[in-house]
């Protein structure tokens, strides 16, 4: 049977094609056009770019870098429901820091209040959350984590030259 070539997801109906590909819905093909995209930048180009970032003013704040990748973790639970996720943001140590504990607090706030996912994942993002407070990106360069986060922005720039070439 017929596999998404960005999610992997068995394709039961319908899908899209492209060539040889097959993608279970619109999105799909759009985010595997962008990370096919994503792995034909040049790295020489991705690191320039990194570079700029890295010593450029904070995205969220506009203060002083270095900025880097700051990953933050949320849980809320409703009853039955419990939803995490992982919040990566492109931002200075300061931002990073107050996004973890501002995560942190959510997911203690909000977190437990399902069974059993709530119990579980809420220690497992306070604690995820605290990892980020404490190991730092080395402030010299930018991480590897940045470099894929540009990659992947300068794909969505290209994506969108390409599908509205008369915009531009
Ligand atoms: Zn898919
Ligand atoms: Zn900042």
């Known amino acids: ?67 880097d990748v700051y990953t933050t973790y949320r849980v809320w639970s409703a009853v039955a429901l419990t939803s995490w996720s992982s919040r990566p943001a492109v931002c200075c140590g300061s931002c990073g820091t107050n996004r973890a504990l501002g995560d942190a607090l959510f997911s203690l706030l909000l977190g437990w209040w399902g069974l059993p996912w709530g119990l579980l994942m809420t220690p497992v993002q306070i604690i995820r959350n605290v990892v980020t407070l404490v190991r730092r990106p080395a402030p010299h360069a930018p991480t590897p984590a940045l470099e894929q986060m540009v990659r992947m922005q300068i794909a969505q720039e290209q994506a969108q030259l390409q599908r509205a070439p008369g915009l531009v």
Do not use: W
């Open 1 to 67: 049977m017929a596999k998404c070539a960005y999610c992997n997801t068995t394709i039961l109906f319908g899908g899209r094609k492209q060539g040889e590909l097959r993608f279970c819905n619109a999105e799909c093909e759009r985010k595997g056009a962008v990370a096919a995209i994503a792995s034909a930048v040049p790295a020489d180009y991705v690191r320039q770019r990194a570079l700029q970032v890295h010593a450029g003013t904070c995205p969220l704040c506009a203060g002083s870098g270095p900025v």
